[in-house]
């Protein structure tokens, strides 16, 4: 039973391009999580997906930045026109509703490099 | 507010000592407590986590203590060993309805032999 598939592992972009991070999650979890950790920082809230909905985006910026979870496929992160201050490590937790006291189970995340 | 506090920021402890972290949170609505575990290049790892309506919980070498009226909880690790070298995150838990958790900054732990 895989765990929670992010990549790539690692991404380097210029300044001004686009970067899409993917993430499947566990079998048979339907909700997906998306934080970022900046470097000696803890994680911070950004999204949660359902199939085909968002439902709190309230740690996402306001601009540039996007998230998706499609029936079928992976769920994408998406950050247009990256700067320097979206270098991070960029993490997806996936869960089934409510496991009570099993929390949720995160990737080894993606590691963004903003030149 | 939706801050959990975390401290200290890094911890050098023998083999064989007991290295305790602490979190503090101000938000009474939140109702599950999880630590995570993190090595470097890796994502986090769920630990162990507990709910206020109990002080205490053990699972192997790892406690969190809960003290609900402080708004406190630690994570103490006994006889711990090199490998337990890592990153510890407390986080915490609204009642709202969905799963987002709050983490505090982190404390790096390292266990010399």
């Known amino acids: 039973n895989a765990g929670v598939m992010q990549n790539p592992r690692h991404l380097v972009r210029r300044r001004g391009q686009e970067a899409r991070l993917r993430c499947s999650p566990m079998k048979g979890h339907s909700h997906v999580y998306w934080y970022r950790q900046l470097p000696e920082e803890g994680l911070k809230f950004m999204v949660y997906?359902?199939?085909?909905?968002?439902?709190?985006e309230s740690g996402m910026p306001k601009e540039r930045f996007s998230a998706e979870f499609p029936k079928e496929g992976p769920s994408i992160l998406r950050i247009q026109q990256v700067v320097r201050g979206d270098s991070a490590a960029y993490f997806c937790?996936?869960?089934?509703?409510?496991?009570?006291?099993?929390?949720?189970?995160f990737g080894s995340g993606t590691r963004l490099t903003v030149v | 507010q939706q801050q959990v506090k975390q401290s200290p920021q890094s911890l050098i402890v023998q083999k064989g000592g007991i290295p305790i972290i602490n979190c503090a949170y101000e938000n009474t609505a939140f109702d599950y407590f999880p630590w995570y575990q993190q090595f470097p290049g890796k994502g986090p790892a769920l630990l162990i986590a507990?709910?206020?309506?109990?002080s205490e919980k053990k699972e192997g070498r790892f406690t969190i203590s809960f003290n609900k009226s402080a708004k406190q909880f630690s994570l103490h690790i006994m006889d711990s060993q090199p490998g337990d070298s890592a990153t510890y995150f407390c986080a915490a838990r609204a009642n709202f309805g969905n799963e987002k958790l709050t983490f505090g900054t982190g404390t790096r732990l390292t266990i010399i032999p």
């Open positions: 937790a996936s869960s089934q509703i409510r496991e009570v006291d099993y929390g949720y189970t």
């Open positions: 997906l359902q199939k085909e909905n968002i439902i709190d």
């Open positions: 507990i709910r206020p309506d109990v």
